[in-house]
């Protein structure tokens, strides 16, 4: 079935996320994070941050319920099973710390086929609760089959 | 963060690391992303897997590290990071991460890096931006 680019420019509701202490340590623990700042509070405050702060990769966290959501949508109509992650990109702003409320938005950018796959490609953008963004983020899902 | 000896050609710390067997049900309650492809063996075999495959984004989560630990763990330091998942990457096999300057700017470093598994190719044409 070829794609349908009726999606393209559709974007979705905000999301909210509360950045936890330990959420952070959970999240640095798993991909090998031992830097002090992402563990110990006394580390990251004599380094200069307000509370004990996310490692760059910690937005796929925050960020992912609002892209879910995008690649989930019906109107987008991805075939899950069919689907890989082909690329990403993240361009960091002010760092994440504990206690931060961060909103996250996501819309469809791109929807196009070559070479019997498709590419969806989705863009997000998180700002912390003072205005800030602290990340912008380029998903690019790739599915296989769609001709 | 002092981005010194990091000219043009210079090469980052590699990095290795294997990841334990267990390593893909951590990463998805850490990072909340539970498609069954990374943890239930008997579904990844259905759907013609050799087995659970790692995240992607716990292998980009790897390069990251890369680049921030070479300049002394500041998450700051990282501005930017592009990467293409390519081959999968696979549970209890040493995954080597290799990145290389090669640009300075005037407030940073280019790199480019990938991602190895013996011969597989699981992140390629990996661009990043180190800020001083």
Same mark, same amino acid.
């Given at each position: 079935m070829p794609v349908s680019t009726e999606a393209v420019g559709?974007?979705?509701?905000?999301?909210?996320?509360?950045?936890?202490?330990?959420?952070?340590?959970?999240?640095?623990?798993?991909?090998?994070?031992?830097?002090?700042?992402?563990?110990?509070?006394?580390?990251?405050?004599?380094?200069?941050?307000?509370?004990?702060?996310a490692p760059p990769m910690f937005c796929v966290?925050?960020?992912?319920?609002?892209?879910?959501?995008?690649?989930?949508?019906?109107?987008?109509?991805?075939?899950?099973?069919?689907?890989?992650?082909?690329?990403?990109?993240?361009?960091?702003?002010?760092?994440?710390?504990?206690?931060?409320?961060?909103?996250?938005?996501?819309?469809?950018?791109?929807?196009?086929?070559?070479?019997?796959?498709?590419?969806?490609v989705f863009e997000s953008e998180s700002h912390n609760d003072r205005g800030e963004r602290v990340v912008r983020g380029t998903w690019t899902n790739i599915v296989r089959g769609v001709s | 963060m002092s981005l010194e000896g990091l000219d043009e050609g210079a090469e980052l710390p590699e990095l290795r690391v294997t990841p334990d067997k267990y390593l893909p049900n951590r990463y998805a309650g850490a990072s909340g992303d539970f498609n069954p492809i990374h943890i239930?063996?008997?579904?990844?075999?259905? &759907?013609? !897997?050799? #087995? &659970?495959? !790692?995240? #992607?984004?716990?292998?980009?989560?790897l390069v990251a590290r890369a680049h921030t630990h070479a300049v002394g763990g500041d998450p700051r330091s990282l501005a930017r990071l592009r990467v293409q998942f390519r081959g999968m990457g696979m549970p209890e096999q040493e995954i080597v991460i290799q990145t290389k300057v090669v640009e300075r700017t005037e407030h940073g470093a280019i790199t480019r890096s990938e991602a190895t598994q013996?011969?597989?190719?699981?992140?390629?044409?990996?661009?990043?931006?180190?800020?001083?």
């Open positions: 559709k974007s979705f509701p905000a999301t909210q996320y509360e950045v936890g202490r330990e959420k952070i340590r959970e999240y640095a623990s798993a991909v090998g994070e031992t830097s002090p700042v992402h563990h110990d509070l006394e580390a990251a405050r004599a380094a200069g941050f307000r509370a004990l702060v966290v925050y960020s992912a319920p609002a892209v879910g959501a995008a690649i989930l949508d019906p109107d987008v109509g991805i075939d899950f099973a069919a689907m890989v992650h082909g690329g990403q990109e993240f361009e960091w702003g002010e760092p994440v710390c504990a206690g931060d409320l961060i909103t996250s938005s996501a819309k469809v950018v791109e929807i196009s086929e070559r070479r019997g796959m498709g590419f969806y | 239930d063996p008997e579904f990844a075999r259905q &759907v013609g !897997l050799p #087995g &659970v495959i !790692l995240h #992607g984004l716990y292998s980009m989560a013996g011969e597989n190719r699981i992140i390629r044409n990996g661009e990043g931006e180190l800020r001083a």
